[in-house]
């Protein structure tokens, strides 16, 4: 059963901490992407990976970083959160970086910056 | 760079009545284009992928139709049922973009039953 998973799905943090987000996929895609979403705004990519250590920024990568360090496991972290960043995160995976690739979205973590 | 423009944002419908979104693009080398649902609270879902050469794509319930002449993309749902409600985005893949979709900023739809 082709998945992606994230965690956690709720979280709730302070202005300044820390957040680590995390994303697995069980089907072996090349390609990761993690998105933003808030309402009127629609889907905001963040980071896309193309593979281990193969990272690039999207849109708006600012106060955003992300680590690949084995191909089915993605990250994104925020250092010293800001309540801007208040939004649902997804991640999602594609097979390679063709354009024709269907995406796979993960369940999304809902992130509170308070 | 390409830009989505989907409309409307809103979109609320009699249970039976027809629904239709609409998406318009600007690159001309764009070649995929998707749908996707998103029920509320939860992730986005392929509905349909449609490749540049297909004009009319029929899924379960809904017609997908591509005008390239217009670079304009539309979701018609055919009579639509309380479980159709959701937000819809549609995603366009161009040449110029190889390593990614772009996203229109989605339709909430409404089925009033």
């Known amino acids: 059963d082709m998945k992606v998973t994230q965690m956690p799905r709720y979280l709730i943090k302070r202005m300044g901490e820390n957040v680590l987000l995390e994303c697995g996929q069980d089907?072996?895609?090349?390609?990761m992407y993690w998105y933003r979403q808030d309402p009127g705004l629609g889907l905001q990519l963040i980071y896309i990976s193309y593979d281990v250590d193969s990272n690039s920024e999207g849109d708006i990568p600012k106060g955003y970083r992300v680590s690949r360090k084995k191909r089915e496991h993605f990250s994104l972290i925020l250092d010293s959160a800001k309540t801007n960043q208040t939004s649902v995160y997804f991640c999602?995976?594609?097979?390679?970086?063709?354009?024709?690739?269907?995406?796979?979205f993960g369940p999304g973590t809902r992130l509170l910056v308070l | 760079g390409e830009q989505v423009e989907q409309r409307p944002p809103h979109l609320s419908v009699r249970e039976g009545d027809s629904a239709v979104i609409t998406c318009t693009y600007t690159d001309p080398n764009s070649y995929y284009f998707f749908w996707y649902k998103q029920e509320p609270g939860a992730s986005l879902q392929l509905l349909m992928k449609v490749f540049s050469s297909t004009e009319i794509n029929e899924g379960q319930g809904f017609t997908v139709l591509l005008n390239k002449k217009d670079k304009r993309l539309s979701l018609n749902l055919t009579a639509a049922h309380p479980g159709d409600s959701a937000a819809y985005f549609c995603?366009?893949?161009?040449?110029?973009?190889?390593?990614?979709?772009?996203f229109g900023k989605g339709t909430h739809l409404h089925v009033l039953p």
């Open positions: 999602a995976s594609s097979l390679r970086q063709a354009r024709q690739d269907t995406q796979y």
């Open positions: 089907m072996s895609h090349e390609t």
């Open positions: 995603a366009v893949s161009a040449d110029t973009n190889a390593y990614k979709v772009i």
